[in-house]
């Protein structure tokens, strides 16, 4: 009976607080964890290679550089057959490339925790990266517009929310010419394409670049060419002067020649006048002309009759030849 009670006692007990037990797992492996850093060279060239584009009829040959110290994966292109024509440089995040490439061979998008774990060396990762990028190149016949990212100062102290500054580019006016373009497939989760890192914007590691990638390297649109400044003429009291009395002179000069000009058109209307009445008057005149003595009788009729009309009696009656008996 008291081993019941007992049992009864410590089953039926209301504890004083609930004991909470956190259990966590591994922290996942950052990308500094999960691949090793290189800096001699910097820049591994990862692959060369040419792809045709039969749409605009371009042949494009493109390099990839792994630069693991700034995280990126720098693209470049030049046209083979126009050596001249080179297309912008395309900048992919490196970490984000290799986390989607090692998802896709894991079958699953869980960080790593273990090193052990990943799959992809560093030779196959070279090649699945160069397919993955290859895929998703792309020349547009026309001309587009440079894309503006976030760009981050170069500063030689740590990186804090104080000294960190993100800015645009601002060009002014759009910058229109034909670039290599990195397209998103349908499956694709994040965006890899990324502003310029510092150091290819100001130059600062360009002695340790490949001579290859210095020549081809397009980080930031060209830039504009200044307009030629135009010189603003203040006018002086001296100036202003001798306008004022070139204006004068020329308004008394132009009122004399009016005047002149009236007084001419009037005689020349008078004129005018005198030879039109002159005009009227002489064809208002009837010219008979004279009549020769061999004319038929016809003419003969004729000029009789217009005598008779000229000289004639005042009654209006004619007189009548009669032809002797």
């Known amino acids: 009976m008291a081993e019941y009670k007992s ?15 956190i259990v966590t797992g591994p922290d ?3 990308f500094e964890e999960l691949y090793s ?34 995280g990126v994966l720098v693209v470049t292109a030049q046209n083979v057959v126009n050596k001249a024509e080179i297309y912008r440089t395309v900048f992919l995040d490196l970490a984000a490339l290799y986390f989607e490439l090692e998802a896709k061979a894991q079958g699953n998008r869980d960080p790593l925790t273990k090193k052990k774990n990943k799959i992809l060396g560093d030779d196959v ?3 699945a990266a160069a397919d993955f990028v290859l895929a998703r190149l792309n020349i547009k016949g026309d001309p587009l517009p440079w894309p503006t990212f976030p760009v981050q100062e170069e500063t030689t102290e740590q990186p804090t929310a104080q000294t960190t500054q993100q ?8 910058v229109m010419e034909r670039m290599c373009t990195f397209d998103r497939m349908a499956s694709d989760v994040v965006q890899l394409e990324v502003a310029p890192p510092p150091s290819y914007v100001h130059g600062s590691d360009s002695a340790s670049m490949p001579a290859e990638l210095l020549e081809r390297l397009r980080a930031l649109p060209p830039a504009k060419e200044a307009a030629p400044d135009t010189v603003v003429e203040v006018p002086t009291a001296e100036t202003t002067a001798e306008e004022q009395s070139s204006v004068s002179t020329t308004t008394v000069a132009s009122g004399t020649n009016s005047d002149s000009t009236a007084t001419s058109s009037g005689g020349e209307g008078k004129a005018s006048a005198k030879a039109t009445a002159a005009v009227k008057k002489k064809s208002s005149a009837t010219v008979v002309p004279a009549q020769t003595g061999s004319g038929t009788k016809s003419s003969g009729k004729a000029a009789g009759s217009a005598a008779s009309a000229g000289g004639g009696s005042k009654s209006g009656s004619r007189s009548r030849k009669v032809a002797p008996s």
């Open 167 to 174: 800015t645009t580019e601002q060009q002014g006016d759009v």
């Open 28 to 30: 996942p492996l950052t």
């Open 125 to 127: 990762l070279a090649k």
């Open 37 to 70: 850093p290189r800096t001699d060279p910097a820049q591994r060239l990862l692959h060369k290679s040419e792809k045709s584009f039969w749409r605009t009829q371009d042949r494009v040959e493109f390099s990839l550089y792994e630069d693991r110290a700034a």
């Open 7 to 21: 049992f009864h006692y410590l089953m039926h007990k209301t504890p004083d607080a609930a004991v909470v037990h």
